[in-house]
């Protein structure tokens, strides 16, 4: 708590702690900003919700990773984008269709419905495991192995090196920081995947990875892709969903009111889920993308060439399209949030990771109705990147 005989200001609030009210100048600013990376790379934001939409769907705005990497180059020298392993997320057509399109039946509504028994198999032991404790850390304890364990088993991946798993992850999206440590986070994880690559063609199964490796065969993808395709599914598979679980359990503890209306209206789930989706996104900034030719935003030219960071985040809090777009109103029945994307890139794995975050929140509210947090709001951490909206830890006590 602040002290109330406090007459100084309180120190402003960090970005990776609250990006909100910058992302609201950002809007407010114009249809387009120009920021620069630590780097010194000059990047055009959006941040309104129609200019978002628009640009998620408009094909002049490429993803592939080798041409984003050269403008990065052709403005500052031996920086990084961190793009090194090729995948669906950063390719363009015609390589992204083909990519997609190997994996796309895994993620359909009703191969993931069909899911539902191994992720409340996978939920309920993970609150087992913590059901004798009066305080855990919701992250650690249940929002990071829940995702991980599922994606595991989808894949045919061993789940026993999921810390490694998660460390690889945070050293290769925080790329800036450490390039050291984020190249050999990269070899490692891309090692590791080639090794278990060889352990499933020895003894094949009934995963993805088995189908990948048919695929492969059937000369439908490289070896390199098939490396890339493991590597955005380990990736994309875990690091969303555990931000949605925790999120969505610090704006519970921190809305009383929507607390108990959630507890009173446990068949509104779903539509919960979306608005815990919006309110926080878990992936806050789009991949980068860049122009292929001039586009134009509202009354701005983004001229051809030019790297662009797409908001979800500042699109998701856009008063214009949401209002009382800062506050979190579970019945607030709108689905439009941009949280999974939108157009060619839209979230392959959005009702798996839907049907993650209602499965693991009903079963936990179910459990430990009276959840709140064991420790101050402004002393959790954050995870140390723009891209991604999540909490490194948060301790919760189980019982209040
Ligand atoms: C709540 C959970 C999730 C959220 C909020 C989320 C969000 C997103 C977003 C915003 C994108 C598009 C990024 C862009 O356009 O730059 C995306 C793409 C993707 N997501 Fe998710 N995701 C979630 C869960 C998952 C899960 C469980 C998987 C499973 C493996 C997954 C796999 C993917 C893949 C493969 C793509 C790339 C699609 C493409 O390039 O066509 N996601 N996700």
Request: proline share 6%; with cysteine; net charge negative.
């Amino acid at each position: 708590m602040e002290s109330v005989t406090s007459t100084s200001a309180p120190p402003p609030v960090p970005y990776i702690a609250d990006p909100y009210p910058a992302l609201a100048r950002i809007r407010a600013n114009g249809p387009v900003s120009i920021l620069h990376s630590d780097e010194g790379i000059p990047m055009w934001v959006i941040a309104r919700y129609r200019n978002v939409r628009a640009a998620l769907a408009d094909p002049r705005f490429g993803q592939d990773a080798r041409r984003a990497q050269t403008l990065a180059d052709n403005r500052v020298a031996g920086v990084t984008l961190g793009g090194d392993v090729i995948h669906m997320l950063n390719s363009d057509p015609p390589d992204h269709t083909r990519l997609r399109h190997l994996v796309q039946g895994a993620f359909t509504a009703r191969r993931v419905a069909a899911m539902r028994p191994l992720v409340e198999r996978i939920t309920t032991s993970l609150l087992d495991g913590v059901g004798g404790r009066q305080t855990v850390d919701l992250v650690q304890d249940f929002a990071f192995p829940l995702p991980m364990l599922v994606i595991c088993e989808l894949l045919g991946f061993p789940a026993e090196e999921r810390d490694a798993y998660r460390s690889w992850s945070t050293a290769i999206l925080t790329h800036n920081d450490d390039p050291a440590a984020f190249a050999t986070a990269l070899r490692d994880m891309t090692d590791y995947i080639e090794v278990q690559l060889r352990h499933r063609r020895a003894r094949p199964g009934e995963d993805l990875l088995t189908e990948l490796l048919a695929a492969r065969d059937a000369g439908q993808l490289t070896d390199d892709e098939i490396v890339g395709m493991v590597f955005l599914l380990l990736i994309g598979g875990h690091e969303t969903t555990v931000n949605l679980l925790g999120t969505a359990t610090l704006a519970l503890v921190r809305n009383p009111d929507q607390h108990r209306w959630l507890l009173a209206n446990p068949h509104a789930l779903s539509e919960a889920i979306d608005e815990f989706l919006r309110y926080e996104s878990p992936v806050a900034m789009a991949t980068l993308r860049f122009t292929t030719a001039p586009v134009t935003v509202d009354d701005v030219v983004i001229p051809a060439g030019e790297l662009v960071l797409v908001s979800l985040g500042g699109a998701n809090r856009d008063p214009d399209r949401f209002p009382d777009a800062d506050r979190l109103i579970l019945d607030r029945r709108d689905t439009g949030h941009l949280a999974f994307g939108h157009g060619l890139h839209r979230c392959l794995g959005a009702f798996l990771g839907k049907l993650e975050g209602e499965v693991a929140l009903g079963a936990l509210l179910g459990r430990y109705p009276g959840l709140t947090l064991a420790a101050e709001v402004r002393q959790l951490r954050w995870r140390d990147t723009i891209m991604l909206r999540g909490l490194e830890s948060l301790p919760v006590s189980l019982h209040g």
